[in-house]
């Protein structure tokens, strides 16, 4: 989304001897000419290059039964210069347990391709061995977290059809139906995301599975949203399983924006080690 603030800073300063209302039109018409790609991919830059994670799961059920448990999450972009995929390689991402402690040290690691199916692995610290697998469905321990709601999206895992914006909340937002593409192997047939236009954050989304029955409901605590380096970061958001009727609210304990890390330590030997 750079670009698009980029070019609005400049097309403000060259219109500054335009009357109010001409600047209005022009504004709102460029708005306008966004296609849900262009909002997607706001989403998609509004990211570090790198980040590391921490994160308190809390979940809950219409029981009143409630359990937590954590983990750290290690991210990267893996294009070039030019934004383009390096060796086939979006993007990789290490998920691993930190607590209950029967979990810890267990991981996940996720490779987002470029026009072919994610890679994905799972190391099990009771078993030490590393093997295959697909997390479509995968929970995220006892939460109503999947391994797809987690793991970062790219821009080209999906179709996009851009739906009237809304006001949320006392925001206006950008609304997005999502479609995964079929190599991506979702769990939901699609997903509407709803965009704050000033941060570019997904602030409510919606989710739907094969069957067309809406199943969940994710909404990002506003207040809670944090700017660091130019990038707005949800520091609290939860999770609606609507058939279970549970919960789960994650909250960011510890966030390194842009840490430096090396290709090397997304490699499938560095899942085993702890």
């Known amino acids: 989304m750079r670009w698009m603030r980029v070019t609005l800073t400049c097309f403000l300063l060259a219109s500054a001897g335009a009357n109010a209302e001409t600047t209005a039109k022009r504004i709102a018409k460029a708005d306008a000419d966004l296609t849900g790609r262009d909002v997607y991919q706001c989403v998609v830059d509004n990211r570090f290059r790198t980040y590391i994670q921490d994160a308190k799961l809390v979940s809950g059920d219409r029981g009143a039964a409630v359990q937590e448990s954590r983990l750290q999450m290690t991210w990267s972009s893996f294009r070039d210069e030019q934004e383009r995929p390096v060796n086939g390689v979006l993007s990789k991402t290490i998920v691993r347990y930190t607590d209950p402690f029967d979990l810890r040290f267990s991981g996940y690691l996720v490779v987002n391709n470029d026009g072919r199916p994610n890679d ?14 697909n997390l479509r469905e995968e929970a995220v321990f006892g939460t109503d977290f999947t391994f797809e709601d987690i793991v970062p999206n790219e821009v080209e895992d999906a ?10 909340e006392g925001r206006r937002v950008y609304v997005v139906e999502v479609v995964p593409k079929p190599d991506e192997n979702s769990e939901y047939s699609k997903f509407v995301i709803h965009v704050d236009k000033a941060s570019c954050v997904p602030l409510f989304n919606r989710y739907w599975d094969e069957k067309g029955v809406e199943v969940k409901q994710l909404r990002v605590v506003t207040e809670k949203i944090k700017e660091i380096d130019g990038v707005f970061w949800p520091m609290e958001l939860s999770m609606r399983n609507l058939q279970l009727e549970s919960y789960t609210t994650l909250l960011v304990e510890k966030l390194d924006a842009n840490p430096k890390l090396a290709r090397r330590d997304f490699d499938l030997r560095r899942l085993e080690s702890h």
């Open 120 to 133: 994905q692995f799972v190391y099990l610290n009771a078993r030490r061995k590393v093997r295959r697998v």
């Open 159 to 168: 179709d996009y059809q851009r739906i009237p914006d809304i006001d949320l």
